[in-house]
């Protein structure tokens, strides 16, 4: 890894490049969402159908799983109770069916696959979408005061609000994408995703943080050089420590989403892109902006006194 310590790149110089394709990536989003007819809710969100189902003998959840699969169920999610794996409880999405003819179709299902396994539905119910709906409205709560605090402590801890603005774009920029990756292979969005999602930011806001901090020293101790090459030293300085932590990142959302399974699998796979997006905004995103913003207002205190 010493071989970094010898990089001087100019990251500001290629500023407008990676604006391009932040702006390209974004776009990539909007079709997502047009092509795919807006994002997929998963039943946290839409209301759906709650089972609860008991078994004579033990039965592994995965078995379950593929039979729900087999049977034409697109959409549902499968828990074991935590007491014994003879009780497991489904939740679906709404078909056309009716509650008597999608209990029938599960099991006549489970009873073809398990047969001399006496199953039996303990409870079948519709959770309607007010449910949903309260969720939906949490979840968008949880964002807004993520986002606001994220903007108070950078702009308290760097003594400028355009520091904490800077970082929220680029949490915003990865969030988004994210989302756009998201809704692009057709994922569907549960409280799941909506967790991976405010991880995603607090994991964005964290390597933006100790870039703004080493530009921050930099400027303090640097006085002779211009802003752009304070702040491409600054960036050269933390590469290594960026790289080493999202590679880590990485290789472990890149296990979890190999071989944690199916309920862990949609969380890994928003890690996986949100660690490449967190370490782009940081450097290629917010960095720039903070520059831009304050070449600007150079350029304005100039011709101000000028006046």
Sequence with gaps: MRFFTSLDIDFIGSRYKFFIVSGLLLLMTTFALIYRGGPSYAIDFTGGIFMQISFQDKVALQDVRKTMEESGI????????????????????????????????????????FPGNVIKVEKVEYVGPSVGKHLARQAIYAFLFALLGMIVYVAFRFKSSLWGVASVIGILHDVIISFG????????????IVAALLTLAGYSINDTIVLF??????????????????????INEVLVRTVVTSFTVFVIACSLFFFGGE??????????????????SSVFVCAPLVYEWEIRRSKRLKKAVSR
């Design 263 to 280: 309920v862990i699998h949609n969380f890994a796979y928003v890690m996986i892109i949100g660690t490449v997006l967190g370490v782009f």
């Design 181 to 192: 990756f998201l809704v692009l292979v057709n994922k569907e969005t549960n409280i799941t």
């Design 74 to 113: 697109s959409s549902f999610e499968l828990q074991s109770s935590g007491n014994t794996d003879n009780i497991v409880m489904l939740r679906a999405k709404k078909n056309r069916e009716s509650l008597e003819e999608f209990e029938n179709l599960v099991k006549n299902s489970i009873s073809s696959r």
């Design 213 to 234: 901090d080493r530009i921050k020293e930099n400027m303090r101790f640097v006085v002779k050089e211009d802003f752009s090459a304070i702040i491409n030293k600054s």
